[in-house]
């Protein structure tokens, strides 16, 4: 079946960019997804991108697709203490079902 | 606006019960999905519902169903509850499936 892979940690300083990674293998995605997740809470939709772009900026996130790699990767400009979070990563095939990795926690240092 | 809500919160049970889970989607949304999420890991595809009709179905056994009902909300059942169905259950709401919205989940724990 389709797979969603990232790393499952990243440790940033306060202030510096995060950059979480993500490669997938289903070469009909329609749309890519970043999510967070805090501890103890559900997953807020963060940005996305449809899969015939290859930039897309939205105040301090920018994500990149290179669909030809199937690589897409998700900047957080100044990262904050608040950014401490698990991101993930899905893709969505032309029925909008979402396959997803199994999340990088983001860990953020004074 | 109310985001997606979903109850019960929580819920405790043991194996060889049945459990339904309740999602009330975002107004306006027509489409909601049911997600499995087991600790540590992201989010396994359950079901998905657009228009009260199944849109697809992740690799689960038949002893998960679903259904959604006039005014768009849904219920996800379990029954012959084992073990392993212990996880975190998210409902998301979406217009037609592309955007979608979750809710808090509902944590099942089974023993």
């Known amino acids: 079946g389709e797979d969603v892979e990232q790393s499952l940690f990243l440790s940033v300083r306060e202030g510096d960019s995060s950059v979480i990674n993500c490669t997938y293998t289903d070469s009909s995605s329609t749309y890519l997804y970043w999510y967070k997740q805090e501890p103890g809470a559900g997953l807020q939709l963060l940005t996305y991108i449809f899969s015939n772009m290859d930039m897309k900026q939205d105040q301090r996130l920018t994500v990149l697709l290179n669909k030809k790699d199937k690589h897409l990767s998700l900047r957080i400009a100044d990262t904050q203490t608040g950014d401490s979070a698990i991101y993930f990563c899905?893709?969505?095939?032309?029925?909008?079902?979402?396959?997803w990795g199994a999340g990088t926690k983001l860990i953020i240092k004074p | 606006d109310a985001g997606v809500t979903q109850s019960p919160t929580h819920l405790i049970k043991t194996r060889g019960q049945h459990v339904t889970l309740r999602c009330s989607p975002i107004s306006g949304h027509k489409s909601v999905s049911w997600y499995q999420q087991v600790l540590g890991q992201g989010p396994q595809f359950i079901f998905q519902y657009y228009e009260k009709e199944e849109r697809g179905r992740g690799n689960f056994p038949d002893r998960f169903s679903a259904r959604q009902f006039p005014n768009y909300s849904s219920e996800l059942n379990v029954n012959a509850l084992l073990l392993g169905d212990s996880a975190l259950y998210l409902c998301?709401?979406?217009?037609?499936?592309?955007?979608?919205?979750f809710g808090p989940g509902t944590r099942l724990t089974v023993l």
């Open positions: 899905a893709d969505s095939d032309s029925n909008y079902q979402l396959i």
């Open positions: 998301a709401s979406s217009l037609i499936g592309n955007e979608q919205f």
